[in-house]
């Protein structure tokens, strides 16, 4: 469970990012966070995993709080959010296994991943999770040779590996084609009704949101507009 309580963000040139967010989402939630341009949509999920510092309130994950967790704690919290991108955040010419590996770097000293000795368990698990979003064939090509929808599959996979409880997607269709966009928001949701990950997007499109969420969260300038089941979002919200 994530909580917000009492949440605001100030950014140093003075823009209030969110105001007073109060919110709670429970494990195995498909959350869509939607909101024109900077609505706060960012801020508020970069919020999460401490991306980003917020300026008052707590967030508390599990009943953890990570807005003060030392940096021992913080990489620890960490390791149970898995994190997806506009713009994938992949090693381009690392392979497609080299990047999900790094969703498993948390667990090792950096020493022995930088000579590349991964464990014979985290291979197993770095396959098993480009087997879930059907893109294992592509394991050994370098990252950069995938087109933008497979790269975001591989992003996916990265996440999973670090077999993640919650899972935050900051735009993840934004650079994608149509037809794309909808295989990595099916992977998504498909992983969250197996899996039971609890997951957050941010979208800008209101009918993307609508055709996956279970519940849609509306911002507007920092603000939280609408809260509610699917149903009852308008294209105010
Ligand atoms: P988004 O797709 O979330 O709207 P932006 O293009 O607004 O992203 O922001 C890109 C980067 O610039 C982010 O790192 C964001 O934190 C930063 N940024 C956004 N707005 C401002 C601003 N007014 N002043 C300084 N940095 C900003
Ligand atoms: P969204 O993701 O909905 O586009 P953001 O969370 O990126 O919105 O931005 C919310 C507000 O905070 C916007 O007014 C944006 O310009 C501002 N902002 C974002 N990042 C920064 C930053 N690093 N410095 C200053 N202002 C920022």
């Known amino acids: 469970m994530i909580e917000f309580k009492d949440v605001s963000k100030e950014y140093p040139n003075g823009?209030?990012?969110l105001k007073n967010i109060?919110?709670?989402i429970n494990q195995g939630e498909f959350?869509?966070?939607?909101?024109?341009?900077?609505?706060?949509?960012s801020t508020l999920l970069r919020s999460i995993n401490?991306?980003?510092?917020?300026?008052?309130?707590?967030?508390t994950i599990d009943g953890q709080n990570i807005t003060t967790a030392n940096s021992l704690k913080l990489r620890k919290m960490r390791l149970g959010i898995g994190m997806i991108f506009q713009n994938f955040n992949l090693v381009r010419r690392s392979t497609v296994l080299r990047n999900v590996l790094?969703?498993?770097?948390?667990?090792?000293?950096?020493?022995?991943?930088?000579?590349?000795l991964f464990?014979?368990?985290?291979?197993?698990?770095?396959?098993?999770?480009?087997?879930?979003?059907?893109?294992?064939?592509?394991?050994?090509?370098r990252a950069d040779q995938l087109s933008g929808g497979q790269q975001?599959?591989?992003s996916i996979a990265r996440a999973l590996a670090q077999e993640p409880k919650i899972i935050l997607a900051d735009e993840p269709v934004a650079s994608l084609d149509p037809l794309t966009t909808e295989q990595v928001m099916d992977d998504l949701k498909r992983i969250n009704e197996n899996d039971g990950i609890t997951t957050i997007v941010n979208?800008?499109?209101?009918?993307?949101?609508?055709?996956?969420a279970t519940r849609i969260i509306g911002l507007r300038q920092g603000e939280v507009v609408f809260d509610g089941p699917v149903e009852e979002a308008t294209d105010e919200a």
């Open 119 to 141: 464990p014979k368990k985290d291979v197993e698990l770095a396959l098993n999770a480009l087997g879930r979003v059907n893109i294992v064939d592509k394991a050994y090509h």
């Open 203 to 212: 979208l800008h499109f209101i009918d993307l949101a609508r055709k996956y």
């Open 15 to 17: 823009t209030k990012g």
């Open 152 to 154: 975001q599959r591989v």
């Open 31 to 41: 959350v869509v966070i939607v909101g024109l341009s900077g609505a706060g949509k």
């Open 22 to 24: 109060n919110l709670t």
């Open 102 to 116: 790094s969703g498993r770097v948390g667990y090792h000293s950096t020493l022995r991943t930088a000579f590349g």
């Open 50 to 59: 401490r991306l980003n510092d917020v300026s008052s309130g707590t967030i």
